[in-house]
């Protein structure tokens, strides 16, 4: 069933360590190729030889081989494998992850891979709540990693509550699922728009928004990762994709985001429009800086293109056309009647009314209505999770 797969085991020192030759010897009979990375003090809770006897591979603490001094390249590693586990992930490994403190060589392995990478947290429940933890995990999450949450039950300290390491069989299911979905829309050919647009006013002023492109992103990522041709198109943002393999089309403005999303709808089987475009953008623009001169000034604006709107028109049978809506009033209202003017098949609500939901956070809660009237509620989640949903809701749309 993985046949064929590279998955690379990290493991950090806590108890939950005499977990993963299990986790392990699943992948390995499952026909995945398993290597171990683990820190000193994982060595001191599960033991390098039941690894490299499960895994069939030596095991790798060290830099170094002990007697040979052979050098490990902790590159070549991280780019040796399809995806790697990092299970059970100790608070400190966590902070080190967050941080970027490479002092051993899971972190220098972890900082150089390029494959998506899962992390499994465990430690003692007043720890897991600590607001440094939350704030780590935000984090990692925030630079496109994949949580596998922790469960609740009896801890190693006798305590109960949140903290246990997700069971090996779970994480195994997850690692599958991650394959599986790996070719799901191999094929298709999606669009993504995110970000803000930037509206010249002179050289160095311009009228934009607080969008940090986050939820496009993701979006795209998520698309790519389940084998789609994805061409995002994204206005100023600092945020840079996971994967590779997304097409990305840097843009300013608005003119310059409708331009280059009608071409690339043209042959497309989908498209996604998250940006946060400019509805208005100033008449004139002027060549040289404004100078200061009189009390109060005026600019006059006009409305930009509605990227959404022009492919709602163009769209031929078959494609599917996805919008956002983000509303602070009669929300449901609103986005049915925007879902109906633009032709779309779903639109995606965004509610300001619920905190940590919108702009600037990493975290947001959504609701799906579709054009048969049907409406979805999802919890509030992190962005790399809600795209999830977004590109399940997609996929069954296109019927693969
Ligand atoms: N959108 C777009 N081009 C624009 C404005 C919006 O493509 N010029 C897209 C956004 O990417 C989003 C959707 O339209 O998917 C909703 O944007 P919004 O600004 O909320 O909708 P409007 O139709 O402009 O309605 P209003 O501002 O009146 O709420």
């Given at each position: 069933m993985l046949q064929g797969k590279k998955v690379l085991v990290g493991i950090s020192g806590g108890i939950a360590a005499y977990k993963i030759p299990y986790l392990v010897r699943l992948l390995v009979k499952n026909g995945a190729e398993v290597k171990v990375v683990m820190t000193p003090t994982a060595a001191d809770f599960v033991t390098p030889l039941t690894l490299a006897t499960v895994s069939k591979n030596p095991i790798i603490t060290d830099f170094f081989h002990p007697e040979t001094g052979e050098w490990y390249n902790h590159v070549e590693l991280g780019l040796w494998a399809d995806l790697m586990v990092i299970a059970p992930l100790t608070a400190n490994t966590l902070a080190k992850m967050a941080?970027?403190?490479?002092?051993?060589?899971?972190?220098?392995?972890?900082?150089?891979?390029?494959?998506?990478?899962?992390?499994?947290?465990?430690?003692?429940?007043?720890?897991?709540k600590h607001?440094?933890?939350?704030?780590?995990?935000?984090?990692?999450?925030?630079?496109?990693?994949?949580?596998?949450?922790?469960?609740?039950?009896?801890?190693?300290?006798?305590?109960?509550?949140?903290?246990?390491?997700?069971?090996?069989?779970?994480?195994?299911?997850?690692?599958?699922?991650?394959?599986?979905?790996?070719?799901?829309?191999?094929?298709?050919?999606?669009?993504?728009?995110?970000?803000?647009?930037?509206?010249?006013?002179?050289?160095?002023?311009?009228?934009?928004?607080?969008?940090?492109?986050?939820?496009?992103?993701?979006?795209?990522?998520?698309?790519?990762?389940?084998?789609?041709?994805?061409?995002?198109?994204?206005?100023?943002?600092?945020?840079?994709?996971?994967?590779?393999?997304?097409?990305?089309?840097?843009?300013?403005?608005?003119?310059?985001?409708?331009?280059?999303?009608?071409?690339?709808?043209?042959?497309?089987?989908?498209?996604?429009?998250a940006a946060a475009v400019a509805d208005y953008k100033p008449k004139d623009v002027s060549d040289i800086k404004i100078k200061k001169k009189s009390d109060d000034m005026n600019i006059e604006l006009v409305k930009t293109h509605d990227i959404l709107a022009a492919l709602g028109e163009s769209k031929k049978g078959g494609q599917i056309l996805v919008g956002f809506a983000l509303e602070t009033n009669n929300e449901l209202e609103n986005a049915k009647e925007k879902l109906l003017r633009k032709n779309l098949d779903f639109i995606v609500l965004n509610s300001l009314k619920h905190p940590g939901a919108g702009f600037k956070h990493s975290t947001n809660q959504i609701t799906i209505v579709h054009k048969n009237n049907k409406i979805q509620d999802f919890e509030l989640k992190s962005k790399t999770e809600v795209a999830k949903d977004i590109v399940d809701t997609l996929a069954e749309k296109l019927k693969v």
């Open positions: 941080h970027g403190q490479a002092d051993n060589l899971l972190m220098a392995t972890y900082m150089s891979a390029k494959c998506p990478v899962m992390f499994a947290p465990a430690m003692d429940l007043d720890m897991y607001p440094s933890t939350k704030i780590n995990i935000d984090r990692l999450i925030s630079y496109g990693n994949i949580l596998i949450p922790a469960t609740s039950g009896e801890l190693a300290s006798g305590l109960s509550g949140e903290g246990r390491l997700e069971e090996p069989e779970k994480i195994f299911e997850l690692i599958k699922d991650f394959f599986f979905q790996g070719n799901s829309l191999s094929g298709k050919k999606v669009i993504v728009t995110a970000g803000p647009t930037f509206e010249a006013i002179d050289p160095v002023r311009f009228i934009g928004n607080h969008s940090s492109g986050k939820m496009g992103i993701d979006i795209a990522d998520e698309l790519a990762n389940r084998g789609a041709e994805v061409v995002l198109v994204c206005g100023p943002s600092g945020i840079a994709n996971k994967n590779g393999k997304v097409k990305r089309i840097n843009v300013t403005s608005s003119d310059e985001m409708y331009t280059a999303t009608t071409e690339a709808f043209k042959n497309a089987d989908a498209a996604i429009l």
